[in-house]
């Protein structure tokens, strides 16, 4: 194992001053305030609205189904809202049951409840109360003896008052009262009921038309882009809240079914609050079960019914979201933990107990339009889950940071699912691109340069021991599934799985190959060349060809001939920029021919877009055997001279 290298420091970033908001931000943060407050407002207005518009997803394609069936529009919505009023008006009745068993048996509940906290009195808690009551004793006696002299002074210069007898007349209670009194906590949920669904009768039969005026109203200069915002959040939406809704309704039923073998009171209620509450993410489900293992200890004498019902819960919901969740739908739904929790609070501070149910498909919404709509694209970036930076990007970055550790631990994430080729190519060649381009740009400094080459060759060294080989295929989300999409680096740097071969050994080589380092890594005259040199280097050795590196000061005019060129079968450049101005290339070889005439030449740019490796004349100009964008196509480059020879 390479010795640890220290990370050189790295000169203050220059931070510039902070600018202040202009018009058109301050203008944006008065829209975003005005919005908020309107939700807060008119959540009244905007609750039944919404809850409409999720449960017409839960409809569709049930109307769907049934339009297919020649049943017609409207009798096929009509169908669809009469199936989920009865399913509601179901589910209501069986818990408004539940709820009146329960009522029934609270005092036999209590006397269990007593008998349990006396025997806990009795015991150590009743130690401890003894003891907490005794200090209070001391404290009380302490200070009323302090405070008896003012006490009985102001005794003797006072008169008890004398007690005044009232009584209270409560007035008669009238029928209108009692009515509001009885018929007040039912006709509001039932008001809810009706305006939900006589908005969703509206919705599922103009559904086309409301997709077409939300088409013109947002997007109608770019019909494409909008149509797939709108089918990528319908099927994400729909997808969700369909394949949620069957997780929960299947969560609630052994929950019920668990507790009722158990033996805990009301169990279909407990299962339908379970399911409702499992829509709260993270926290929802281990909350509702609190409720059930509370009835439980009020139930048995003893402590045993409590504990299965915690273990039922316990075990519950990690199966549920670990195992099951992600084998049917997908590990997540595109957003990053921390904004399930933020959209969480913020919506159940703004609408009470619906908005932490309806926290995750506004969340989902937002991270859509982010990522079709380019001005809300920081919803994506503060919401999503895919990664804010490219490995390319994150690398470059902590390298600027002098952070090597965290740029190995990025590696050894990715080298989990593509070779080290592949990972040196993908990521490590186009970060010291990102470098070179800023140094040219002048917004990088030599320091920091030579920070950079210093941290890349030591990230170099700590894979000295790593072979260049395929790993294992890592599954894959079912199509069409949350999470099955390709992350953004991965949409933007492929996967280059395809390993080079490896070298026969050096006895069944030619003589001139059978050296310990036939190929000769010679760096371009760029700053990280030499990082780059060293990684073709380190490759060329896992598949049995020995390489040394040479820096290109050793192959200038003055110092090359006295360039040690032993053993050598196979000259290799690496350049990551050559500016367009390849005459310095071609002098270069020129210089190199004369050293080691007859051995092939290869010239690595690393930029493919480079205007060499597009024009024929260019190449013929300049000399050299193979040109390859690759550090892969290199090694591969060098095997095929190596069987020519």
């Known amino acids: 194992m390479p010795a640890a290298v220290t990370p ?5 970033a220059r931070v510039p001053p902070p600018s202040t ?3 058109s931000g301050l203008a944006t943060l008065a829209v975003a305030v005005v919005v908020v407050a309107a939700l ?3 959540r009244e207005v905007f609750i039944p609205l919404v809850l409409a518009i999720l449960l017409s997803f839960v409809l569709a394609p049930v109307v769907n189904l049934l339009r297919r069936l020649r049943l017609g529009r409207v009798p096929s919505v009509i ?11 179901a589910i209501g009745g069986v818990i408004g049951l539940q709820v009146a068993d329960l009522a029934k048996n609270i005092p036999a509940y209590q006397s269990t409840v007593q008998r349990k906290v006396s025997a806990l009195q009795e015991g150590v808690l009743g130690r401890a109360n003894d003891l907490i009551r005794r200090f209070n004793r001391q404290v009380s006696e302490v200070s009323s003896q302090a405070a008896a002299p003012d006490a009985a002074g102001a005794a003797a210069g006072a008169q008890a008052p004398r007690a005044v007898l009232v009584k209270v007349q409560e007035p008669d ?4 009262v009692l009515a509001e009194k009885v018929l007040g906590p039912v006709v509001s949920p039932l008001t809810m009921v009706g305006i939900v669904l006589v908005v969703v009768i509206f919705i ?5 038309d409301l997709r077409d005026r939300l088409i013109r109203l947002f997007g109608a200069s770019d019909l494409h882009r909008t149509t797939m915002a709108m089918d990528d959040a319908a099927g994400r939406l729909g997808t969700f809240f369909l394949a949620q809704l069957g997780m929960n309704a299947a969560f609630g039923v052994i929950v019920g079914v668990g507790l009722w073998f158990i033996g805990v009171p009301s ?3 407990w299962g339908v609050f379970s399911a409702l509450m499992r829509f709260v993410p993270y926290i929802g489900a281990l909350i509702s079960g609190v409720f059930p293992v509370a009835l439980a200890a009020a139930v048995d004498p003893g402590w045993s019914m409590a504990l299965w019902t915690a273990a039922l819960f316990l075990v519950a919901e990690p199966v549920f979201g670990q195992v099951i969740e992600p084998l049917l739908y997908g590990h997540s739904t595109g957003l990053s933990p921390f904004s399930v929790i933020v959209s969480t609070l913020f919506w159940g501070f703004l609408w009470g107990p619906i908005g932490l149910i309806l926290a995750t498909p506004f969340t989902v919404c937002l991270v859509v339009l982010g990522r079709h709509v380019e001005r809300l694209e920081f919803l994506d970036v503060l919401l999503g889950d895919r990664p804010p930076l490219t490995p390319v990007e994150n690398f470059y970055q902590r390298m600027l940071a002098g952070d090597p550790d965290e740029a190995q631990e990025q590696a050894e994430l990715l080298l989990k699912e593509r070779s080290l080729s592949s990972y040196y190519d993908e990521v490590a060649l186009k970060a010291l691109q990102l470098a070179a381009n800023d140094y040219q740009r002048g917004v990088l400094g030599p320091a920091q ?7 890349t060759q030591a990230l170099v060294m700590e894979f000295a021991k790593r072979p260049d080989e395929v790993p294992q295929e890592a599954p894959e989300a079912p199509a069409g599934q949350p999470g099955a999409e390709a992350s953004l680096a991965e949409k933007e740097h492929p996967k280059n799985e395809a390993v080079p071969g490896r070298a026969p050994p050096p006895e069944a080589r030619p003589q001139r190959w059978r050296g310990e380092a036939p190929v000769l890594c010679i760096a371009g005259r760029g700053p990280l060349d030499e990082a780059a040199s060293s990684m073709l280097a380190q490759l060329l050795g896992k598949h049995g060809l020995g390489a040394r590196v040479v820096p290109h000061e050793a192959v200038s005019r003055e110092k090359v001939r006295n360039l040690d060129v032993s053993g050598v079968a196979m000259v290799c450049i690496s350049y990551l920029d050559i500016s367009g101005n390849p005459a310095h290339l071609r002098y270069l070889l020129q210089r190199l021919r004369e050293k080691v005439p007859g051995q092939p030449i290869l010239v690595g740019l690393w930029p493919a877009e480079d205007a060499i490796l597009t024009d024929a004349a260019l190449r013929r100009q300049v000399g050299a055997d193979y040109y390859v964008v690759s550090l892969r196509e290199a090694v591969e480059a060098c095997l095929e001279a190596l069987r020519q020879a």
């Open 204 to 208: 599922l039969m103009q559904r086309e």
């Open 8 to 12: 050189p420091s790295l000169p203050p």
């Open 21 to 23: 908001p202009g018009p």
């Open 40 to 42: 807060y407002l008119a």
């Open 79 to 89: 169908a669809a809202v009469l199936l989920a009023l009865g399913v509601i008006l």
């Open 267 to 269: 169990p279909i209620l």
């Open 173 to 176: 209670t009238s029928p209108l």
């Open 449 to 455: 340069l030579d920070a950079i080459r210093q941290l």
